[in-house]
């Protein structure tokens, strides 16, 4: 296709606002913790930094040991920081260099171990954001230790809440840890997604049904929370390429967020609002 669509999570958080506004993330560092990045997709290879596998890639599309063997992580990579050119989507940054941490197989499962690992090693890079769209019912110490270590380490960890819904106080981990910005997701309409989980660790909200982003070997339509957490990390790319650190981006952005009316346990602080948190005047905001 020659023409880019704008997906609708980008547009409800008025990323596209940022963009009109010369705010692309450019010289900030993101880690896909997921099951790797398409190394060749035409819509994230700009954008490609280095990568590391904690499980290996299988399979014929595997140029890098840290290439996606399942899908997953491509689809959250394109919803963070899609190129801004002629095809396909754009993401929330649009320049941000993009690090796959490969911690999740061709399944998309993994041990909290090599989560764990993948956390500790994003914070050695000296990156600036960990994008989690992962999660498990119960953590453990080394999960635990490792979002502590990167979160003092100058990291922002941002997590999906989980997709326990309808339920209260279901986040799972890491997300649930004090270290780590647990995402939940609404649907168009501002609604929160039936799946969502929610909870006291929620912080905010950000569009996660019905997701339109890259994928192995063109684009899908996803649902869950692991489609709103890269809204939030693309986001706080943007706010590192201002130069803030991960405590300030944090604040700003539960202190930007848009009231939708859901409640504390469903979107913390709110909607993400990517114009309002660079300081932008909002387009959708009624």
Known sequence: ST???LPWGIDRTDSEVAHANGETGAGADVAIVDSGIDSDHPDLQANLGTGKAFVSCRGGSCNASWDDDNDH???CAGIADADDNSQGVVGVSTEATLHAVKVLDKRGSGSLSDVAAGIEYTADQGWDVASMSLGASSGGQTLKDACTYAYENGVLLVAAAG???PCT???GYPAAYSEVVAVSSTASGDSLSGFSSTGPEVEIAAPGADIYSTYLGGYSTLSGTSMA???VSGAAAQLAAQGSTNTEIRSQLKTTAEDVGLAANESGAGLLDVASALGHAS????
Not at 283 to 286: I, M, N
């Open 3 to 5: 023409s880019q669509t």
């Open 169 to 171: 106080d279901c986040v």
């Open 229 to 231: 957490c890269p809204h």
């Open 73 to 75: 992580g491509t689809h």
């Open 283 to 286: 387009g959708d905001d009624l």
């Open 163 to 165: 997709n326990s819904g």
